[in-house]
């Protein structure tokens, strides 16, 4: 992904409902995005909507890495 791809990407996401701490950058011509998406254990198709999100916008998805933290509330 170019730098230039780095604000579509960026917006969309921005308008995603429960999305925090993002950030998507470019190192070495390698992209990235992290973020954190608040959601249920009990939700499905949570990572395949963000997918869909980030490949729209122009981003060619190479590998995904999803960790999940437990609220304790």
């Known amino acids: 992904m170019s730098e230039g791809a780095i ?3 960026t917006s969309a996401l921005e308008e995603t409902e429960g999305i925090s701490n993002l950030r ?3 190192l070495e011509g390698i ?3 992290e ?6 254990v009990q ?3 949570v ?5 869909e999100i980030i490949q729209n916008s ?3 998805l190479q590998a995904l890495n ?6 304790a509330n």
């Open 43 to 45: 939700a499905t198709g």
């Open 47 to 51: 990572a395949s909507n963000l997918v």
């Open 35 to 40: 973020l954190k998406k608040k959601t249920t």
């Open 58 to 60: 122009g981003f060619k």
């Open 24 to 26: 998507v950058q470019v």
């Open 7 to 9: 604000p579509s990407v």
């Open 31 to 33: 992209a990235s995005v």
């Open 66 to 71: 999803l960790s999940f933290d437990e609220d």
